[in-house]
Every structure is written in structure tokens, then in C-alpha cells.
């Protein structure tokens, strides 16, 4: 982005039942664990401390039903909703939809040690990082006031690449976590992270892929 942004304060939807058994998903959808749910709230605390509410703050989220629920745990308490934005959806899958990592490396094995974005930029009809940076740089270049962005992990690291003035290709070494919120502001970025009860990480660990 080549103009200052407002405050951007960045989520990623809570764990899902796919994400839980390491499934990407894509243009799919899967619920939100008992985990997702928890991860929103907390999340949702920590924007209460930063003191966002409707008075200052936009809000945007995309359309899937994963990042509409955690909008809604997370938002619905500060007084805020979010508007729906198609752009904000995950990057599309193609041939990998459902799939573990384990499925996709005996089907289409890749190289060892590959960087992230290489990866899903070798999925078999899936959307290309072109595509999606374009509707992510249009998303950026309309807002005008402090928003808070609820999206997916992808499109996540998309966004805070362009918003930081970095290149596309660097969003897939930035420190992104599900359930923290990412905070870009002043041309930085900082990961705040939520504090989750013991029971929920008890009865639903942490998970990778999707």
C-alpha cells in the first residue's frame, strides 16, 4: 500500500472441526469448536481492552460461516457488527478442499523445507496469491477509519503483508496465530495474544492445517 492506513486490528476465525483434524478448507465451511467459540470470546476481550467499540471503529468480516460466527462472538458483546465483504474470503482450494497434509503429500508431494506460499500456490485448481491480492489490496484501499477485519488464515497473512508495504510473498513469514489478534498500526505489526480458560484448551488441543 503506498497510502497510510487507519488502525487495523486483524482476526482470524476460531478453530473449526475441520482445523481440528488438520483439513483445509477453503471456499468449505466446518463449525466452530468448543475451542473456536472460546477463542473468539478471548479474542473479543482483548479487543474490549484496546477499546474498540461502534463509536470508533469498523467493522468487516467475511461472508463464510466460520469468520461469521467468530464476528459474532467476538464483536457482539462490544456493541459492533460486522458487514459482510466477499473479499475477505479463504483463498479457494481447488483439488485440496477437505484434504489433510498427509493426503496431499502422497498425492502431490513437494519439496522439502517449502515455504508456505509455494505451497498453496501449487494446488491443483485453487486460487491464484494474484487474485487474491488484488481483492485484498481493494479491501485496504477502502478504508477510511480504525477496522477491525475478521478473516481466515490466508487471506489473514495476505492482508497484513500489503498493509505492512511488504510483498505478497513475505505474508507467509509473518507470525500469524489463530486466536490472537493482530494489531497494524503506524506501519507495525504486533500480535496480541488472547488468554484462553484451561478447559477449553483441555478438551480441544491445537491442531494445524485448513
Known amino acids: 500500500m503506498t497510502r497510510a492506513l487507519p488502525e487495523l486490528l486483524l482476526l482470524r476465525h476460531g478453530q473449526t472441526e475441520w482445523n481440528r483434524e488438520g483439513r483445509f478448507q477453503g471456499a468449505r465451511d466446518s463449525r466452530l469448536t468448543e475451542l473456536g467459540c472460546a477463542q473468539a470470546a ?9 477499546g474498540v467499540g461502534a463509536e470508533s471503529y469498523m467493522a468487516l468480516t467475511s461472508p463464510q460461516g466460520r469468520a461469521r460466527d467468530t464476528a459474532r ?4 458483546p462490544l456493541g459492533l457488527g460486522a458487514g459482510d465483504d466477499p473479499r475477505l474470503v479463504e483463498i479457494g482450494m481447488g483439488d485440496w478442499t477437505g484434504l489433510t497434509r498427509a493426503d496431499i503429500d502422497g498425492r502431490w508431494p513437494g519439496p522439502p523445507d517449502e515455504p508456505l506460499f509455494d505451497f ?3 494446488c491443483p485448481g485453487g486460487e491464484t496469491f494474484t487474485d487474491l491480492a488484488g481483492r485484498a489490496e481493494e479491501v485496504l484501499a477502502g478504508l477510511d477509519r480504525p477496522t477491525v477485519i475478521v478473516t481466515h488464515g490466508i487471506t489473514l497473512r495476505v492482508l497484513c503483508a500489503l498493509a505492512l508495504g511488504l510483498p505478497v510473498e513475505e505474508g ?8 490472537s489478534v493482530h494489531r497494524i498500526a503506524g506501519g507495525r505489526m504486533e500480535v496480541l495474544e488472547a488468554h484462553l480458560p484451561e478447559p477449553a484448551l483441555a478438551a480441544n488441543p491445537i491442531r494445524t492445517g485448513g
Not at 462472538?73 to 457482539?76: D, E, I, N, S, Y
Not at 507467509?172 to 486466536?179: A, F, K, M, N, S
Open 73 to 76: 462472538l467476538a464483536l457482539g
Open 120 to 122: 498453496y500456490c501449487r
Open 42 to 50: 478471548a479474542m473479543g476481550n482483548v479487543l474490549r481492552e484496546l
Open 172 to 179: 507467509g513469514r509473518l507470525p500469524t496465530r489463530q486466536g
